[in-house]
T-cell receptor, first 110, second 112 residues
Framework: EDKVVQSPLSLVVHEGDTVTLNCSYE??????LLWYKQEKKAPTFLFML????IEKKSGRLSSILDKKELFSILNITATQTGDSAIYLC??????????FGDGTTLTVKP | NAGVTQTPKFRVLKTGQSMTLLCAQD?????MYWYRQDPGMGLRLIHYSVGEGTTAKGEVPDGYNVSRLKKQNFLLGLESAAPSQTSVYFCASLRSIQETQYFGPGTRLLVL
């Protein structure tokens, strides 16, 4: 059975802090690892990672994949209150399906 | 382009009632998916389709049926709703497996 585990389940930080969110996985037919941000509506896409060791970056967010150790991290630097959301990790498998973790709820306090 | 749309946005059902959720996409995508999301959990795949006329079971298919008679539409049916089916339902579509899924806005379903 495919499995995606995210940690921590929740996190409270103050504006300006840096956070690291973790995602480990055990799946068959790995194709990609995806990160989404969810704010009380549909998930919005952040990153797709397919190769180990290559960092993807978008503004204050960055992510990297380790296919040997089967995990990924999402870093957010200089956090802002607008970063408060649920961050979902998913692994893309065959037929375009995705297996999701339960998410990390990030709260950024002013 | 409207992208992925879902109908209805919110619905209340009584136990035992039936209903159909409609997902429509105008991007000519081959693949379509139905997920459910319960509080504190990620999305779980109910059923999916890899093309018009095809359907397949996902992780949590029990109590649901689907149909993909037209490429642009993917219908999710509940024949006899149960309180355990109270959830938020998301539809997604995908052009190719090298790309990312496009999600609809979600349907909130409450079964009393």
């Amino acid at each position: 059975e495919d499995k995606v585990v995210q940690s921590p389940l929740s996190l409270v930080v103050h504006e300006g802090d840096t956070v690291t969110l973790n995602c480990s996985y055990e799946v068959t037919n790995f194709r990609s690892l995806l990160w989404y941000k969810q704010e009380k509506k549909a998930p919005t896409f952040l990153f797709m990672l397919t190769s180990s060791g290559i960092e993807k970056k978008s503004g204050r967010l960055s992510s990297i994949l380790d296919k040997k150790e089967l995990f990924s991290i999402l870093n957010i630097t200089a956090t802002q209150t607008g970063d408060s959301a649920i961050y979902l990790c998913a692994v893309g498998v065959n037929a375009g399906k995705s297996t999701f973790g339960d998410g990390t709820t990030l709260t950024v306090k002013p | 382009n409207a992208g992925v749309t879902q109908t209805p946005k919110f619905r209340v059902l009584k136990t035992g009632q039936s209903m159909t959720l409609l997902c429509a996409q105008d991007m000519n995508h081959e693949y379509m998916y139905w997920y459910r999301q319960d509080p504190g959990m990620g999305l779980r795949l109910i059923h999916y389709s890899v093309g018009e006329g095809t359907t397949a079971k996902g992780e949590v298919p029990d109590g649901y049926n689907v149909s993909r008679l037209k490429k642009q539409n993917f219908l999710l049916g509940l024949e006899s709703a149960a309180p355990s089916q109270t959830s938020v339902y998301f539809c997604a579509s995908l052009r190719s497996i090298q790309e990312t899924q496009y999600f609809g806005p979600g349907t909130r379903l409450l079964v009393l």
